[in-house]
């Protein structure tokens, strides 16, 4: 896909996120968490994308670290997701 292994990763993250988000409207009916999820999952390419792309070594650091944020907001929301007992093996792949 790209020059970059972390961009590609996070795309592949990005695109498995959206299936989930679309498992858990279509299936479960579940759109708070699941909205909130599709968000912070995307968002994570984003801000790698974004940061590949930085004018500066400063913007890329802050790229970055939004992304980074961005992840530990979507492990919450998987979390959330686990314990509230919306998930589903198909669910739980996403983060192997």
Not at 43 to 55: D, E, G, P, Q, V
Request: no cysteine.
């Amino acid at each position: 896909m790209t020059n970059s292994i972390v961009l590609d990763k996070a795309i592949k993250f990005a695109l498995r996120v959206v299936a989930v988000y679309k498992f858990l409207s279509e299936e479960k009916h579940e759109y708070v968490l699941s909205k909130q999820l599709l968000l912070s999952g995307t968002y994570i390419a984003k801000h790698t994308k974004a940061a590949l792309h930085s004018l500066s070594k400063n913007g890329f650091s802050n790229e970055m670290y939004v992304a980074l944020q961005k992840g530990l907001d979507t492990e919450l929301w998987l979390l959330l997701l686990h314990k509230g007992d919306f998930h589903h093996r198909f669910t739980i792949r996403i983060v192997e």
